[in-house]
């Protein structure tokens, strides 16, 4: 069976999978998934810039400069599921031209497991390594 295209792209420099793992932590601010995947997502390649933007929840247009099309239209593509629970065909054609049919499949299935999993760690009040700072303020 062939591999996932999710996990091909896992390999260093290629960013677009940790952009949906920081993604989804940022809109949980989920304290240990960020923890865990922002010192990830810097391995991969995404920019420290782009990876501030995409913690602060920002306008996506800042990021694109800071992101490979494929890093962005996974991103965007998440976002726009994550806000309308749906996605455009414009978006979704985004992606697939990049990662194709079976690449939108992960992505999606990529963001909603990570989904899952932060509101896991958020509720169960997954702590951080003793001595880390919290990513995100507590309210």
């Not at 958020?122 to 880390?132: I, Q, T």
Request: aromatic content about 10%; glycine content about 6%.
């Amino acid at each position: 069976m062939p591999e996932p295209v999710v996990a091909d792209a896992r390999r260093p420099g290629s960013g677009y999978p940790r952009a949906v793992f920081v993604k989804v932590g940022a809109h949980w601010r989920s304290q240990f998934e960020w923890y865990t995947h922002e010192r990830l997502a810097l391995k991969a390649g995404l920019s420290p810039e782009a990876i501030a933007h995409i913690k602060a929840v920002s306008d996506l247009t800042e990021v694109l400069q800071l992101l490979d099309p494929t890093a962005y239209a996974a991103l965007a593509f998440t976002r726009e599921l994550q806000e309308t629970a749906r996605v455009s065909d414009a978006t979704y054609a985004a992606l697939v031209d990049l990662v194709g049919e079976r690449g939108a499949v992960d992505v999606v299935f990529t963001a909603g497991y990570y989904d899952a999993v932060c509101r896991m760690l958020n509720a169960f009040e997954v702590a951080l390594p003793p001595g880390a700072e919290p990513p995100f303020p507590e309210s």
